[in-house]
């Protein structure tokens, strides 16, 4: 088993079952191993910041700001500067972290479970798409702890220490569940990606000329100098990592369904939860993955490593992911019905009817609908709908957390003691921040690490064939 | 042992076939202390240069056991034992509750000793290594070429018939290493 | 040589990170012991007083009860401070020209409080009743320590939860008989001393802690520890 | 014991004057030391008082003065909710504190600790001392006993002995309290010109006396509100015997006026109508509202009428009401059968429902449901002759009254359920005739000196009066009040008033008992109370009210020197003098002639008190500001009640804004519909839209005032409404009723109360239904899982049984009235804190006991006319209690005692437990809300509970503070001979009377509460009961508050005509 990486290029990945025969490479064809370095190396280590990046930052960096000063804020007054209340407890911050989350969950499925199904056309894009998981687990993990009365307390009371209290969490909470998962899943997924990053990294350091970048490479590269008997090494533990994750990235999510689904509320209580958040996370984070390739590959001209065909497969994987989504509901609708339960049924009644109709109905089409275009070639072929496709979908899915959190607390069971909730101007500050620590956070990988694993794309060229015995 | 300056000497190839086919020569040579680099992995070096299999998936499998124990020997102790609360009508042993932590512990145990593990074992941390005294090693071993490094901790190795044993494999350079 | 580190720097990268690990846990570990330090505590601080009482003094020297002046100790969850008066009865006939106990005399002449500054205070959620726990044969010195041979008064204790709760914890280890608990000359009993309760003779605090405990219906560790028992 | 009035506060040992949640928050606002009210005193005098005065003197400039007061004074309300303030800065430097450090290492801030010079020998620091004193009212006193802690008051209860209370107490009450702490009250004695000392008033009110004295009077004026202190009538007789020319009139803008008159009209002398509930098989309410607090001998009323709506399986009888009214009452929700009806039509609905019953009237109604109802009633109350009785309405004409008189008389009702007395008052006026002579003689300059001791007529009195522009004419006017008013800025002379909690007095209550008012605190604003003030004009000047009062009862008893003393320390003790109710009076009725009221079809407004506020007293008290309304649910405003049909007729909505106009005065005002209020007829509460008055005060509601008048001081006919196009104002409300929130229901939409209907919240049976089928409550329900469905198989013992006793909670739906009292008896005790209306609009108020009322509507026919059911919701304190789980620090746990414990200082905030609670119980303190910076609230908060920092989740804990207090007490007692002689197991038993505080305050005797192990306590009994269930069974929460279903007793003839109109 151990050279799964190796064998990758042997394996045309999903498009030979779908469509025989006619697969695309999934690097275009005439590169060799120095170009591929060079050429990805190049985005790195060049002296010219291209002023797009630095117009992107910025902008960027602002909206960044916007989440230090809702922040900011948001400690010196409470939380009640949002707009939650008694009974809808919790608001956007519940609703981003689920959100981001999520979107987080893409870039260690590619990593992980597409490298055991041995999905070669993951190479491309793994790399960015791991960053991404981090710099949105990040962005989630924010939420849980300042989403808190008292984050200064909440911030270590939640982890189990030696303290002169003589108290420790109290595990049988899915919140505490999240503080282990959400830990766990960022460490291993900053370790997977570490791992990754080690011999691109030293690649790097060799490339570099500037005696800075020689050091911050060299320290980062830990002296990675392509040995096989490293390699041998190296290569289990990066699928034992990957077999490790698969299941973390689903304990993840089915942690964060937990939140909702120990719960006694109606339409927060179902077995439905767990897979169909995973597949929702799975969703949303290739429709974010997606998001992000589109425009990166146009702007550093990686089309020939992020191909159309990388597009047409992540395309694919939405929409099953999407039919897998849409099933939920379907069934969420169903159990209103068939549990015959009166609060179960009226939840699902007011989703469809009540005040929060409107998002209902948005989610429906961009979580249903939008995604059906995606049987046709055509589609999955025309990068600009493809594009927008993937917004309609990112959209979509957080109205869906919007519906799941806020619609199942505003009416449950005594109807004396239902409510409304309105966001106010700081829950949209906060999260737009979100938003923009995440660019910020990925403007800074993109300029600084590089995007695209440089030592898997040598491996998947031809000329990487060993044919002796 | 032989008190020398030189780490070894190391021969440059342009292909993956010619490291494979150069690492197999030397083998049958009886150089056992040689190492082979590459930019990317190749599987068949592994038996090219007889690398042992690694215990590596041992020391994950102990480390997700170490940790998975001492998760759920956390939640309870803390919650049975040292302060036991009365929550929600459970029994204080409210097994089905532990599994998630336990779970994740299990994980997070597992992975930190793959990585630790994988660099320990591979000597990592190590910034200064002799293979990068060779500037054609520095300039493109991690990007297109690849190289043969046989050590002069081998006890077949002398330098001079060393040498002329890589330059006989078609190698594109033949280099001393200095230590 | 065209190589960027140093032989050096190998030994360097692995120094730096095991003084990572270790810094990392010397730090936990100083925020733990400084939590439960006497900085935080003020465990054996000795405060200014606008008169340097000694308890020793009048407790062991002059033999003087401690309801004697703190009054409501067995009846209310406050011990009481005495006011001035008390001072008074005394020191209107004694010592009446010392200059040390000239604020106990403006006081009490001027009709204004002595300030003193609180040595046992607890945080503000805690409610902490005195008169159950020297109902329950709970001895002034479990808590305030050898107070008897303070010629300042401080706090022996570190009054923090985990202390707390070491006593409710092992409700036994601290019971005595309840005509003990002013005793400020009480001795747990051992082998080669024993204390009376009910008529029988304890050569074991665990024995006597049982069986007052069972007499006095102290209630168990699940009660004492419940939250309530001190929050609310 | 009674405080001498002499006691020192800066005496006091410090036992921590508030209890503090997270010591972090401590270091930002630390709790001063020593309680220094003097230093309090002088700021608050320094920072305002001074400025405001100042402004006094451009009282020619109006403008110039008002906009002076807009930016001082009511503007700093804004800063309860401003976003950016002073209040705010601290809390950043409390954050920022409390993030450098962590938790244990947080240090405590040093504390100081005073010791008494010479303590008080009945003071055990620690322990709370009880009080009996009274509240008057212009109803009467309300006996009291009030809880003392260090000798600062910081809780009213009803006082058990009396038998007007019996332990109870009402809402405005127990509200109360918080005027005494009142930040805003007036400070200090002024002139126009500035701050004057006592001294400098008596000498100036004395040389006007001295001029006045000459013309025997002729130019003096008193000016008091309802009189019902002994002493006070005493001392004013002995004034005007020194200026005989000089006048008292009595002036409450709530006043008995029309009660009175019909009186005079029925029997040719003032007398007070005592009902006698508890004999009443039958009660019809001619719009009178006699179930909430605003209507004379309220509890009594409540408590008799609660005795006789407790219906058990082998006992199903129970009263029955017929409510015919012009609101939605909480009177009109308890009855049986209700009509509703405009205030205008009730006249000759009475008129002819006196012909029916052979009481004189006459006529008949015209309408068809309303002459069925009649038609009902009248036989109903003819077969229960002697055992019916027919209360009118406060609101309603004299010639109501005085029908309702009359038909008592013609029933046989005097003597058994209704009896004659004296008034409580102590010199009977009909106020308004009076109010309207003296702004007579004001305007004509008769008067020359006029003293108004309390009241606030330049607000409350009459519009048609203008009492303001006669006010004005009077060259000295002096104004003794709490706070600084409408009257106040156009007084001369203002001398601050003691709240009733500091000053000596005496009072009636409604059945004529009287209570000697003893002050539990020295003035905390150097206040004077009328006693005081009136001495000033007699002839023994500089008494005290103490001796005032002392000496009036040495001579009424006749007593002196030790026996006095005597007799004086045991009413003290007692709480009122023995003896002293009125004697029934045999007097009877006239026959009472028809009425000759036509019917207008035009608008019809009705004026009524505030449910919270009152007549505007309370306007600066937040507790009642805060409390919903009972039915609309209203906060912090008034509004235009009117029927969803008028409504929408008029084309209005909840919070359109429209001008009313009656008589050609206008006022703007909030439109709020409420089903079962009658058609073409609003509602709206008198005293908001007050503009001098605190800052919690400001900016609140609309001035109800403006339109009413002497003559129509009830209701009046004409009103018009014009809306004002674009503007909403935005109505606090904490329930919504309608499915659609704040929407326009549709016809024959459901209501929430259809929801809480077929979901079993509320669970109801007529006694015919009771009588056939007694468990109806729990039959067909939705009743928990079995305990064996569990993950746990092998899991038996219940870790929740382990404590000695297992707390329990019975509500009674059947008794609740929704008067409130409890949800602020709860505020009070609990500490909870006040939000403000921004926050209610967000829903975050934080009473932890809430009044849920559901309008249930089973068919088209009930719509205008539903069923309504008051549901009081405390923690339910579940055995399986969904919140604690979810919890991830352990904040919240079960106690062995069968308790859901809060532990706030644990608390960092999830609301995780709240999102999870069932009954949403849970309140979160979202911003600070406690307010921890305005010193004078401190001493009143209760020590024994934790005053939570923001970010904490809070709610009921069954008051464990007073259940850890009795359990001490009890495990004391381990041992000693208890009452029979043995030795006592240390346990808390029924006879220790551990109550909750919602419990002892409620009127009816509700909620019940105690050991649900013992089987003998009343909770177990109660439970016991065939109407027992509990709330959300089926989720198996296992609650241990559980309800006692509603049995209504319709008379089936109504219930059929609504059966076939829904039908058809």
Redesign the interface.
């Given at each position: 088993m151990a050279s799964l990486l190796e064998q990758q290029n042997a394996d045309p990945g999903v498009d030979d079952i779908t469509q025989p025969g006619v697969s695309p490479p999934v690097i275009a064809p005439g590169y060799d191993f120095g170009q591929v370095t060079d050429k990805i190396g190049n985005v790195v280590l060049t002296k010219r910041t291209p002023w797009s990046w630095v117009i992107g930052f910025l902008i960027a960096f602002g909206i960044m700001n916007i989440l230090m000063l809702a922040v900011g804020y948001l400690f010196i007054k409470g939380t009640g500067i949002w707009g939650i209340n008694i009974p809808v407890g919790w608001g956007f911050a519940i609703i981003n972290f689920v959100w981001w989350i999520g979107i987080g969950h893409a870039g260690t499925l590619i990593s992980a479970i597409l490298l055991l199904f041995k999905q070669s056309w993951r190479t491309s894009i793994n790399r960015f798409a791991e960053a991404m998981t981090l710099f949105a687990v990040m962005c989630a993990g924010m939420f849980p702890l300042i989403h808190t009365g008292r984050p200064w307390l909440a911030a270590y009371w939640l982890l189990p220490y030696p303290n002169t209290m003589s108290l420790w969490p109290q595990f049988r909470s899915p919140l505490i569940w999240d503080v282990f998962a959400v830990s766990t899943y960022l460490t291993v997924s900053l370790l997977f990606w570490y791992t990754g990053l080690i011999p691109d990294v030293a690649s790097l350091r060799d490339k570099a000329k500037n005696g800075f970048a020689k050091f911050f490479y060299g320290i980062l590269s830990m002296g990675w100098r392509g040995s096989a008997r490293h390699w041998h090494r190296y290569e289990y533990a990066y699928i034992l990592l990957a077999g490790l994750s698969t299941p973390l990235v689903l304990s993840v999510h089915t942690v964060v369904s937990w939140d909702f689904a120990v719960s006694v509320i109606p339409g927060w209580h179902t077995t439905i939860f767990p897979p169909y958040f995973v597949a929702g996370a799975i969703y949303s984070g290739f429709a974010m993955v997606l998001t992000l390739a589109i425009p990166i590959r146009e702007a550093y001209n990686m089309k020939d490593f992020i191909t159309d065909r990388h597009l047409n497969n992540m395309a694919k994987v939405m929409l099953a992911t999407g039919l897998i989504v849409g099933y939920g509901y379907m069934t969420e609708a169903f159990f209103g019905w068939f549990s015959a339960n009166k609060y179960e049924s009226f939840m699902i009644l007011n989703r469809m009817t009540g005040p929060y109709a409107p998002t209902y109905w948005a989610l429906i089409f961009c979580n249903i609908i939008t995604p059906q275009f995606l049987w046709f070639k055509k589609v999955r072929s025309n990068v600009p709908i493809l594009f927008i496709i993937s917004l309609i979908v990112n959209v979509g899915m957080w109205l869906e957390r919007f519906v799941i959190v806020i619609t199942s607390l505003h009416r449950d069971f005594l109807p004396s003691s239902w409510g409304l909730y309105h966001p106010t101007v700081w829950d949209w500050a906060t999260y737009v921040g979100t938003l923009g620590l995440f660019t910020t956070l990925l403007f800074l990988f993109i300029r600084v690490l590089p995007m695209i694993s440089i030592f898997e794309v040598r491996a998947l060229l031809p000329q990487s064939k060993v044919t002796v015995e | 042992m032989k008190p020398t300056g030189i780490y070894g000497v190391m021969a440059e190839f342009n292909t993956p076939d010619e490291l494979v086919t150069a690492a197999h020569k030397a083998y049958a040579e009886g150089y056992r202390k040689m190492d082979a680099y590459s930019p990317f992995p190749i599987e068949a070096l592994d038996e090219a240069i007889g690398i042992p299999k690694t215990i590596l998936p041992w020391l994950v499998f102990f480390g997700g056991l170490f940790g998975g124990m001492a998760g759920y020997g956390l939640e309870y102790w803390t919650q049975v034992i040292h302060f036991p609360l009365i929550i929600g009508g459970k029994p204080l042993h409210s097994w089905p509750n532990f599994i998630p932590v336990w779970f994740e512990t299990t994980v997070l145990g597992a992975s930190l000793t793959a990585v630790i593990g994988m660099l320990g074992l591979n000597g990592l941390p190590l910034p200064y290594h002799p293979v990068f005294n060779i500037d054609r090693f520095l300039d493109h071993a991690q990007k297109d070429k690849f190289f043969l490094v046989i050590e002069s901790k081998d006890p077949k190795f002398k330098l001079d018939s060393s040498k002329q044993f890589l330059s006989n494999l078609q190698a594109q350079g033949v280099w001393e290493v200095p230590n | 040589m065209a190589q960027f580190f140093p032989p050096s720097a190998n030994a360097y990268a692995r120094t730096s990170l095991v003084l990572l690990i270790v810094i990392g846990g010397a730090l936990g570990l100083t925020g733990y012991e400084l939590a439960s330090s006497p900085w935080v505590t003020r465990e054996g601080v000795r405060p200014e007083q606008p008169v340097p009482f000694s308890h020793q003094h009048h407790v062991s020297g002059l033999g003087i009860d401690c309801r004697y002046c703190h009054t409501t100790v067995e009846n209310s969850s406050f011990a009481n401070i005495p006011p001035t008066k008390t001072c008074m009865n005394c020191h209107s006939q004694i010592w009446t020209n010392a200059p040390l106990l000239e604020p106990v005399r403006a006081s009490f002449r001027d009709n204004k409080s002595l300030v003193w500054t609180r040595v046992h205070d607890l945080p503000d959620f805690v409610y902490f009743s005195h008169e159950i726990h020297v109902n329950k044969g709970i001895g002034c010195k479990s808590c305030h320590g050898p107070i008897d041979e303070m010629p300042l008064t401080y706090q022996a204790n570190s009054l923090q939860m985990e202390w707390c709760l070491d006593c409710h914890r092992n409700t036994g280890k601290n019971l005595r008989p309840r005509e003990e608990v002013f005793n400020m000359t009480y001795k747990q009993p051992d082998r080669s001393h024993a204390v009376a309760f009910n008529g029988v003779q304890f050569f074991d605090q665990e024995k006597l802690g049982a069986e007052i405990q069972k007499v006095y219906h102290v209630k168990g560790t699940q009660e004492l520890i419940s939250c309530n028992t001190c929050h609310r | 014991m009674a405080t001498d009035g002499n006691m020192?506060m800066?005496?006091l040992?410090t036992?921590?004057p508030?209890?503090?949640?997270?010591?972090?928050v401590?270091s930002a606002a630390p709790?001063a030391?020593?309680l220094e009210l003097e230093a309090v005193r002088e700021q608050l005098a320094g920072a305002k008082g001074v400025q405001y005065w100042r402004s006094l003197e451009e009282l020619s400039n109006k403008e110039g003065f008002d906009q002076m007061l807009e930016r001082e004074f009511p503007r700093q309300a804004s800063e309860w909710l401003d976003?950016v303030s002073r209040r705010?800065f601290l809390?950043?430097m409390s954050?920022s504190l409390?993030?450098a450090g962590?938790?244990?290492?947080?240090?405590?801030p040093?504390?100081?600790?005073?010791?008494?010079?010479?303590?008080p020998e009945d003071l055990?620091?620690?322990?709370p001392l009880f009080f009996a004193t009274a509240r008057p009212t212009p109803f009467g006193a309300q006996p009291l006993l009030v809880k003392s802690q260090m000798y600062r008051p910081v809780k009213i209860e009803g006082n058990p002995d009396h038998a007007m209370s019996k332990g109870a107490c009402d809402t405005y009450t127990q509200g109360s309290l918080l005027d005494l702490y009142d930040p805003d009250r007036m400070q200090a004695i002024s002139k126009v010109g500035g701050t004057r000392t006592w001294g400098e008033f008596v000498g100036e009110m004395r040389d006007a006396a001295a001029a006045e004295k000459a013309k025997q009077g002729s130019g003096m004026r008193f000016l008091t509100e309802t009189n019902i202190s002994p002493t006070f009538a005493d001392q004013m007789q002995g004034v005007l015997k020194l200026y005989p020319q000089a006048k008292w009139y009595q002036y409450d803008p709530v006043n008995r006026d029309n009660a009175r008159a019909g009186s005079r009209m029925a029997f040719g002398q003032y007398v007070e109508a005592q009902y006698q509930l508890a004999a009443a098989d039958v009660i019809v309410s001619l719009d009178a509202d006699f179930l909430y607090p605003h209507f004379p001998g309220f509890l009594k009323l409540a408590s008799d009428f609660a005795t006789r709506r407790k219906p058990e399986e082998n006992n199903p009888e129970m009263n029955r009401l017929y409510v015919v009214e012009s609101q939605m009452s909480t009177t009109g929700s308890k009855a049986d059968n209700r009509l509703p009806m405009r205030a205008s039509d009730v006249e000759q609905f009475a008129s002819a429902l006196a012909a029916a019953v052979g009481a004189g009237g006459g006529g008949t109604v015209s309408n068809e449901a309303a002459k069925k109802f009649l038609d009902v009633v009248a036989n109903d109350l003819k077969a229960n002759r002697g055992k019916c009785v027919v209360i009118p309405g406060e609101n309603q004409s004299p010639a109501v009254h005085a029908l309702a008189a009359s038909m008592n008389s013609a029933l046989g009702a005097v003597g058994k359920t209704v009896v004659y007395t004296d008034t409580v008052e102590t010199n009977s006026t009909e106020q308004g005739a009076g109010l309207k002579e003296l702004v007579a003689d004001m305007n004509a300059g008769k008067v020359s000196l006029l003293i108004t001791l309390g009241g606030n007529p330049v607000f409350n009195a009459p519009a048609d009066l203008s009492f303001e522009a006669a006010y004005t004419k009077v060259p000295l006017r002096a104004h003794v009040s709490t706070h600084m008013d409408e009257t106040s800025r156009l007084s001369h002379w203002n001398v601050p008033s003691t709240h009733y909690l500091e000053s000596w007095s005496d009072a009636r209550a409604y059945d004529g008992t009287i209570s000697i008012v003893q002050p539990l605190i020295e003035p905390l604003y150097n206040g004077h109370n009328p006693h005081e003030v009136l001495t000033i004009f007699s002839d023994s000047p500089g008494i005290t009210p103490f001796e005032t009062v002392q000496n009036y009862w040495k001579a009424q008893r006749k007593l002196s020197g030790a026996e006095f003393e005597a007799w004086w320390k045991r009413t003290l003790h007692d709480g009122f003098i023995a003896n002293t109710a009125f004697a029934p009076k045999t007097v009877s009725a006239k026959s009472a002639a028809a009425s000759t009221a036509q019917n207008n079809p035009a608008m019809e407004i009705v004026f009524r008190p505030d449910p919270t506020i009152f007549d505007g007293r309370f306007i600066n008290n937040g507790w009642l500001q805060e409390i919903p309304k009972p039915v609309t649910k209203l906060t912090w405003d008034n509004a235009a009640i009117m029927s969803p049909v008028t409504a929408g007729k008029l084309g209005y909505e909840d919070q359109s804004v429209a001008t009313i106009t009656l008589g050609g005065r206008k006022v703007d005002a909030p439109i709020k519909m409420v089903p079962g209020h009658p058609d073409n007829s609003i509602t709206v509460y008198l005293g908001y839209g007050r503009t001098h008055t605190g800052r919690v005060g400001s900016d609140t509601g609309f001035n109800a005032y403006k339109l009413r008048t002497l003559a129509n001081s009830g209701y009046a006919v004409g009103a018009t409404l014009e809306r004002v196009a674009g503007k909403k104002w935005a109505l606090a409300v904490t329930?919504?009723h309608h499915l659609?929130?704040q929407g326009k229901p549709k016809a024959g939409q459901s209501t929430?109360?259809d929801?809480?209907a077929?979901?079993q919240?509320i669970r109801a049976a007529t006694l015919e239904e009771f009588r056939k089928n007694p468990e109806f409550a729990v039959e067909g329900a939705n009743e928990p899982v079995s305990k064996d469905i569990t993950?746990?198989p092998n899991?038996t013992e219940?870790?929740?049984k382990?404590?000695?006793h297992q707390w329990g909670m019975a509500i009674d739906m059947n008794s609740c009235i929704g008067c409130n009292a409890c949800v602020i008896a709860c505020v009070a005790e609990n500490n909870i804190a006040v939000v403000g209306k921004d926050?209610v609009l967000?829903?975050?108020e934080m009473h932890w006991i809430?009044i849920?009322?559901?309008f249930e509507s089973k068919g088209p026919a009930d719509v205008a006319n539903p069923r309504a059911y008051f549901?009081p919701?405390p923690c339910m304190q579940?055995?399986?209690?969904?919140?604690?789980?979810?919890?991830?620090?352990?904040a919240t746990?079960?106690?062995?005692?069968g308790?859901n414990?809060m532990?706030?200082?644990?608390?960092?905030?999830?609301?995780?437990c709240?999102?999870?609670c069932?009954?949403?119980v849970?309140?979160?303190?979202?911003?600070?809300y406690s307010d921890w910076d305005t010193q004078s609230y401190y001493p009143m908060r209760n020590p024994?509970?934790?005053v939570r920092?923001?970010?904490?989740?809070e709610k009921c804990?069954y008051c464990?503070?007073r259940i850890?207090s009795a359990k001490?007490d009890a495990?004391?007692r381990?041992g000693k001979p208890d009452a029979n002689g043995q030795p006592h197991d240390?346990k808390v038993h029924e006879e220790d009377h551990v109550q909750t505080a919602c419990q002892q305050t409620c009127p009816t005797g509700a909620i019940v509460f105690g050991n649900v192990w013992d089987p003998n306590s009343r909770v177990s009994q109660i439970k016991k009961q065939s109407r027992n269930y509990a709330?959300?069974a089926e989720?198996n929460?296992?609650p241990r508050t559980t309800y006692i279903a509603t049995v209504r007793n319709p008379n089936a003839e109504l219930e059929e005509t609504k059966q076939t109109e829904t039908h058809g």
């Open positions: - | - | - | 020192n800066n005496e040992v036992v921590k508030a209890k503090a949640a997270p010591a972090e401590e709790v030391p020593v976003p705010g809390k950043l954050a409390a993030l962590l938790s244990a290492c947080t240090k405590q040093e504390e100081a600790i005073v010791p008494y010079v010479q303590q055990i620091p620690g322990k329930q919504h659609v929130e929430t109360g929801a809480a077929s979901r919240i993950l746990y899991w219940d870790p929740t382990t404590g000695a926050q967000a829903g975050r809430r849920d009322t559901y549901q919701v579940c055995e399986n209690a969904p919140c604690e789980p979810v919890c991830p620090v352990g746990v079960h106690s062995p005692e308790l414990d532990v706030y200082n644990r608390c960092v905030g999830t609301r995780y709240s999102n999870n069932p009954y949403k849970r309140r979160f303190n979202f911003l600070l024994d509970v934790t920092s923001r970010g904490v989740m804990t464990v503070q850890n001490i495990e004391k381990l240390g709330l959300l989720l929460t296992r």
